[in-house]
């Protein structure tokens, strides 16, 4: 009797360990990207992915940050790490203008706006380079794209050009300049939209000079 009851037992964990295998590849292939901390909030045991990881089915890409063996990686990876990591942040500056593809910027750090009052990231790697926003220079011009599954917060064309010259002490005014004359030689934004978020950065007299050379 006892070892009836002992081969019950054993076959309801392997159920149990299969369901949440099968559990956690489902969220891999919905998100993309996970963490050990998704799978908490799922209510699926951590060690399920550990377990696809020896089995080779799922790989690291990161500390605490994995995928699927045979997924694609995307130009935008980096990005799509950090928003993971970091899913209150939004990518500005430099590397928002490499994401527009506007420009020739090509930073190898991340750059990545948070709340002023918020905690520092702590991320080893992809290199992080963090900034502080707060009112409606942080909360407005947001878009969310799709990257690899994973929600990708960036600030639009407009909004990053502005950006660009609040901060061009920090990446100089020839990229805020060159992001300027890219997006009205392209028509990627109106000068109403420049306009708005000059006057949300605070740098109207800044930009006008040049806003009215461009047209």
Same mark, same amino acid.
């Given at each position: 009797?006892?070892?009836?009851?002992?081969?019950?037992?054993?076959?309801?964990?392997?159920?149990?360990?299969?369901?949440?295998?099968?559990?956690?590849?489902?969220?891999?292939?919905?998100?993309?990207?996970?963490?050990?901390?998704?799978?908490?909030?799922?209510?699926?045991?951590?060690?399920?992915?550990?377990?696809?990881?020896?089995?080779?089915?799922?790989?690291?890409?990161?500390?605490?940050?994995?995928?699927?063996?045979?997924?694609?990686?995307?130009?935008?990876?980096?990005?799509?790490?950090?928003?993971?990591?970091?899913?209150?942040?939004?990518?500005?500056?430099?590397?928002?203008?490499?994401?527009?593809?506007?420009?020739?910027?090509?930073?190898?750090?991340?750059?990545?706006?948070?709340? !002023?009052?918020?905690?520092?990231?702590? =991320? @080893?790697?992809?290199? #992080? %380079?963090?900034? /502080?926003?707060?009112?409606?220079?942080? &909360?407005?011009?947001?878009?969310?794209?799709?990257?690899?599954?994973?929600?990708?917060?960036?600030?639009?064309?407009?909004?990053?050009?502005?950006?660009?010259?609040?901060? !061009?002490?920090?990446?100089?005014?020839? =990229? @805020?300049?060159?992001? #300027? %004359?890219?997006? /009205?030689?392209?028509?990627?934004?109106? &000068?109403?939209?420049?306009?708005?978020?000059?006057?949300?950065?605070?740098?109207?007299?800044?930009?006008?000079?040049?806003?009215?050379?461009?047209?």
């Amino acid at each position: 009797t006892n070892c009836r009851h002992f081969t019950i037992s054993a076959n309801s964990l392997y159920n149990i360990s299969m369901t949440n295998l099968q559990e956690t590849l489902d969220l891999l292939h919905q998100s993309g990207v996970v963490r050990p901390q998704d799978l908490r909030a799922q209510g699926i045991a951590p060690t399920s992915l550990y377990q696809l990881y020896r089995q080779g089915k799922v790989i690291r890409t990161s500390r605490g940050i994995y995928t699927l063996a045979h997924t694609s990686f995307t130009e935008h990876h980096s990005l799509v790490e950090i928003c993971k990591r970091v899913p209150h942040g939004c990518i500005c500056l430099l590397s928002a203008l490499h994401f527009h593809t506007l420009g020739t910027q090509n930073p190898f750090e991340v750059w990545l706006a948070i709340d !002023r009052k918020a905690r520092r990231p702590r =991320v @080893a790697y992809p290199p #992080l %380079r963090v900034l /502080r926003f707060s009112g409606a220079a942080l &909360h407005e011009g947001i878009e969310e794209h799709q990257i690899e599954g994973v929600t990708v917060r960036v600030y639009s064309i407009a909004k990053t050009v502005a950006d660009c010259f609040k901060y !061009r002490n920090k990446i100089g005014l020839d =990229v @805020a300049l060159e992001a #300027l %004359r890219a997006c /009205r030689t392209e028509r990627r934004c109106t &000068h109403q939209e420049l306009w708005h978020y000059a006057q949300i950065n605070r740098v109207t007299h800044v930009m006008k000079p040049y806003l009215e050379a461009i047209g």
